[in-house]
């Protein structure tokens, strides 16, 4: 599905944080978003995925040509979009497997058959090496941080999005985890070449297994650079000032 945020200013407690940002994916393509930290990358991946902590002033989110801006969270997660969060949710009595089965079902307006599901999990658990206790503790309560985004990944490969957005999903993963987590959405991407996967990172080991396919520079409340994979390696050697300052300089 294709994703098209057009001129979109954004808002939070009358504080414009973004600012007629423009941005196109195509299905299957990978996006990267990097850029100093504040300058709203986070808060793009909340509004796409409808958090209403965020107001939209101005401009337009459509999925698949139609505008999603009036959709709660839910029915865009029913159209397919996915975001593994920085930091996941955690839920005290409510079961990772009952949260699943409860997400799966309400995602394809189907049941879910327990047999079927359960071989699916358990193949999902073997191939993110993860502690099979995992599904029958409360959702998230007493995960480590690298537990939680290989449960976020588990999500990916049971809902199958279409779009998914990867908020720092680098972010308290050590290398082996982080290589394991890539892996298996290198894998769930090979299976299913139309997703679109938008990545929001501040590092470029994840980049380097992911290859992403455009880079896109945040700051200034808009995208004020995109390139291909090897602008990371300018970021990394030079930072960000000098895009920053040719955007200002530019305005």
Known sequence: MKLEIKNLTVEVENKIILNHLNLQIEPGTIHTIMGPNGVGKSTLSRVIMGDTHYHVKNGDILFDGESILSLPVNERSRKGIFLAMQSPMEIDGVSNQ???????????????????????????????????????????????????????????????????????????????????????????????????????????????????????????????????????????????TKYLEEDTNHE
């Open 98 to 240: 009952d949260f699943l089965r409860t997400a799966i079902a309400q995602k394809n307006q189907e049941r879910v058959g327990l047999y079927q599901f359960i071989q699916d999990v358990e193949k999902a658990v073997l191939e993110l090496k993860m502690n099979k206790d995992l599904i029958h503790r409360s959702l998230n309560v007493g995960f480590s941080g690298g537990e939680k985004k290989k449960n976020e990944v588990l999500q990916i490969k049971l809902l199958k999005p279409s779009f998914i957005i990867l908020d720092e999903l680098d972010s308290g993963l050590d290398v082996d985890s982080l290589r394991i987590v890539c892996e298996n959405i290198l894998s769930y991407k090979k299976e299913n070449p139309d997703v679109a996967i938008l990545i929001i990172t501040h590092y470029s080991m994840i980049l380097e297994y992911l290859k992403p396919d455009y880079v896109h520079i945040l700051g200034n409340k808009h995208i004020v650079k995109t390139g291909d994979y090897h602008l990371t390696s300018d970021i990394e050697a030079n930072g960000y």
